[in-house]
């Protein structure tokens, strides 16, 4: 083991705990916050910094268009789902619904071959009475 090792099974030595404590540790006596109390409220009530609702009113123009972006997103999204819905039913509709060919009624008879002279109008008695 090099001296640049450190094994984290054992507690950490003496030199490398007081050198974290010096990095980490508060800055001392109240002059500190004091002079940093100062700094910030100097930097507030300087009046070319601004005011936070200048800074919020440039971005009121992108978060309209962000807004606007995702109504429309919105509705786009809707009217194809709707659409596909549609599609859906229609094809469901088309389906379970009788062909014309499985509700086509035909009069009793009416294909049926006749003989004679009276097939015609034995024809069109059946397609009347129907």
Wanted: aromatic share 6%.
């Amino acid at each position: 083991m090099t001296n640049n090792e450190i094994r984290l099974e054992e507690p950490l030595p003496e030199d490398v705990i007081a050198a974290g404590r010096d990095i980490y540790a508060p800055p001392g006596g109240g002059a500190y916050w004091s002079i940093l109390e100062s700094r910030i409220m100097a930097r507030i009530s300087d009046s070319s910094a601004g005011r936070w609702w200048m800074v919020v009113g440039g971005w009121a123009r992108s978060g309209l268009v962000a807004a606007a972006a995702i109504i429309v997103a919105t509705i786009v999204g809707a009217l194809l789902l709707q659409a596909h819905n549609q599609d859906a039913r229609t094809a469901y509709d088309s389906l379970s619904q009788p062909t014309v060919t499985e509700s086509l009624t035909v009069p009793e008879g009416a294909l049926s071959e006749r003989d004679g002279p009276n097939t015609r109008d034995a024809t069109f008695r059946d397609v009347i009475s129907h």
